[in-house]
C-alpha cells in the first residue's frame, strides 16, 4: 500500500521559513518523481514544484521560483519543500504528490499525500 505523508506544516511569520516532509512508503521512491502542490480555500490546486527521481532536474511555479526549494533524499524515501520569505499568500494546504513522470501537471500524479496546512500571518 502506497502512503505519502506530509509534515512541517504551521503557522509562521511573514517573511519566515518552514520546511516540509514528505515519506513515502510501498513504492519504489527512487523511480518516482515527486511533486508539490497546493490549494487554497476557494482556490484551484496550484503547481509549486517537482523533482525528477535522480535529483538532477527541478521545475518550479512562477509564483515560488527563487523563494522554495525542492530536494530529497532517496535513502530516506522522503522528499523536501524548503520554503523561505514566506508570504501570506503562501497559505494553502500542501500536498506532496508522486508520479513516474516529473510533470506539473497535478492529474498526472498517481499518489498524494492527506496535505498539510501552512498559515503564513502579515
Known amino acids: 500500500q502506497v502512503q505519502l505523508v506530509e509534515s512541517g506544516g504551521g503557522l509562521v511569520q511573514a517573511g519566515g521559513s518552514l520546511r516540509l516532509s514528505c515519506a513515502a512508503s510501498?513504492?519504489?521512491?527512487?523511480?518516482?518523481?515527486m511533486g508539490w502542490f497546493r490549494q487554497a480555500p476557494g482556490k484551484e490546486r496550484e503547481f509549486v514544484a517537482a523533482?525528477?527521481?535522480?535529483?538532477?532536474?527541478?521545475y518550479y511555479g512562477n509564483s515560488v521560483k527563487g523563494r522554495f526549494t525542492i530536494s530529497r533524499d532517496n535513502a530516506k524515501n522522503t522528499a523536501y519543500l524548503q520554503m523561505n520569505n514566506l508570504k501570506p499568500e503562501d497559505t494553502a494546504v500542501y500536498y506532496c504528490?508522486?508520479?513516474?513522470?516529473?510533470?506539473?501537471?497535478?492529474?498526472?500524479?498517481?499518489?498524494w499525500g492527506p496535505g498539510t496546512q501552512v498559515t503564513v500571518s502579515s
Open positions: 504528490a508522486a508520479d513516474s513522470i516529473m510533470t506539473n501537471f497535478d492529474l498526472e500524479y498517481d499518489y
Open positions: 523533482i525528477n527521481w535522480s535529483a538532477d532536474k527541478t
Open positions: 510501498g513504492l519504489p521512491f527512487s523511480s518516482y518523481a
